[in-house]
């Protein structure tokens, strides 16, 4: 576990540089779990007990809307898979938390979560992670509101150019907020403009 503990403090060191002592405290409050591709880590209109760190894999975020999924968010290594609004109200939401691939992650329940964040650090590290988690969203907000969805899928994969590999197509384009065939078109455009510039 103290790899692992090496990992969080390398992802929160910019936002808060806690001795890796208490990393090492943090994650002794949880446990590795693998997943498989597909698994469902939070149902739609249920509780999420559980949050997940990727250590290895992908997954997404998933909101259930006129008897359809939308794509919320697309998580790698390093991120968060969380209901998080289900699991700081402990209320059932419309949210589907899944494994996009085989995954490897570090949770901890809600109880064990709850109870760190009585602690001193528990309490700044629970801030910090609630903080970065705010942060993300705004900046996703404002990408949604002022670029175009091609502006958003260049951008991606400039950051992650391994997301086609790894992401199905449809929660791509869900993410992007357009069908698979508009993402298809963007993808037939972006490809030609690099060829032509090669």
């Not at 910019?14 to 446990?31: C, D, K, L, N």
Request: aromatic share 12%; with cysteine.
């Amino acid at each position: 576990m103290k790899e692992i503990a090496k990992e969080f403090k390398a992802i929160f060191d910019p936002f808060y540089q806690a001795p890796i002592e208490v990393w090492e405290y943090f994650v002794q409050h949880g446990e590795v779990v693998e997943k498989q591709k597909n698994d469902i880590l939070k149902r739609y209109n249920e509780r999420a007990d559980v949050f997940y760190f990727i250590l290895k894999g992908s997954g997404g975020i998933l909101l259930f809307s006129n008897n359809n999924y939308i794509c919320i968010d697309l998580c790698y290594e390093g991120d968060l898979l969380v209901d998080y609004m289900s699991f700081l109200t402990n209320q059932p939401t419309e949210i589907e938390v899944i494994c996009f691939e085989k995954c490897r992650l570090f949770s901890i329940s809600r109880e064990k979560f709850f109870e760190l964040s009585q602690t001193n650090y528990g309490r700044i590290i629970c801030q910090t992670a609630a903080e970065n988690l705010f942060i993300q969203k705004q900046m996703q907000q404002i990408e949604i509101l002022t670029k175009t969805a091609k502006q958003r899928y260049s951008e991606m994969l400039e950051k992650q150019p391994h997301i086609l590999q790894r992401t199905p197509n449809k929660h791509i384009a869900s993410y992007l907020g357009i069908t698979p065939e508009s993402l298809s078109r963007i993808r037939n455009r972006i490809f030609k403009k690099t060829k032509v510039l090669t």
